[in-house]
């Protein structure tokens, strides 16, 4: 798949986090390749939209918590530009720099999608060289277009193990983009460790309904073959 670069739509999913989202909007809402930012609120009750809207950011809210996979295809149902950029909306210490390592092997034919490798990451990912549940990605709007209905009645947290698996049937690199200076707050502190450690639960509940305990195995396997480290 060859999709000449015109600019990206950056889709932000949110749930309750205020208390980060605006420096993540920032970041990107300036970023010369991002045409728009289209936040989407899923169903948050500490005034994240208000954050976007207030940018003068495309918002839309969900009726209710829905979660993040539908909350995405929500945000890709808006898209006109060539490209894709998804950013998690907790991200502490994100600079414009960031966002240009990111794109930049997509932007010049590297890979064909690219994925982010936090500084919190686990040892395990950061030792492998790529995290293949980081919800931070770039990648041309083609991979998706007509995954929409599907992407939208994934489980909750499935998101990403989907987006691997059409990566690996493109048959193209994937680039592992090092981010030393980015973390994502751990869900137990964010959200109390009993809610949090659920959420985690729920999380791999998730991703192992999506492509079965076997496939994230190989999926790792494959994904490890196809990496391009930046």
């Given amino acids: 798949m060859k999709t000449a670069i015109e600019q990206f ?3 932000v999913p949110t749930y309750n986090e205020a208390a980060r989202i605006g420096r993540v909007l920032d970041i990107a809402s300036r970023h010369p390749l991002v045409r728009e930012v289209v936040v989407v609120d899923d169903g948050s ?3 994240s939209a208000d954050l976007a809207r207030t940018r003068g950011l495309r918002t839309l809210m969900l009726p209710r918590n829905l979660g993040k996979a539908t909350a995405v295809a929500r945000g890709l149902e808006l898209v006109h530009t060539s ?3 998804i950013l998690d909306a907790d991200l502490v210490g994100l600079t414009t720099a960031d966002i240009d390592h990111l794109l930049r092997p997509v932007v010049t ?3 064909i999608a690219s994925i982010s490798l936090r ?3 686990p040892l395990a990912w950061r030792l492998l060289g790529f995290d293949y549940i980081s919800g931070e990605r770039a990648f041309p709007y083609d991979l998706v277009a007509k995954k929409l209905p599907e992407i939208e009645n994934l489980p909750r947290f499935g998101l990403e193990v989907y987006l691997n698996e059409l990566i690996l049937a493109n048959g193209e690199k994937i680039a592992s983009v090092r981010w030393p200076g980015v973390v994502s707050p ?7 460790t ?3 450690l659920t959420d985690d639960v729920r999380m791999i509940a998730d991703i192992y309904r999506t492509v079965g305990a076997r496939r994230c195995i190989r999926q790792s396997h494959g994904l490890a073959k196809r990496v ?3």
């Fill in 228 to 230: 391009v480290t930046c």
């Fill in 45 to 47: 009750n500490d005034g």
């Fill in 9 to 11: 739509t950056c889709i």
């Fill in 186 to 192: 751990a869900k137990v502190t964010k959200r109390g």
């Fill in 83 to 85: 490209h894709v950029l």
């Fill in 109 to 111: 034919g590297t890979a």
């Fill in 194 to 196: 009993l809610t949090g």
């Fill in 119 to 121: 500084g919190n990451a």
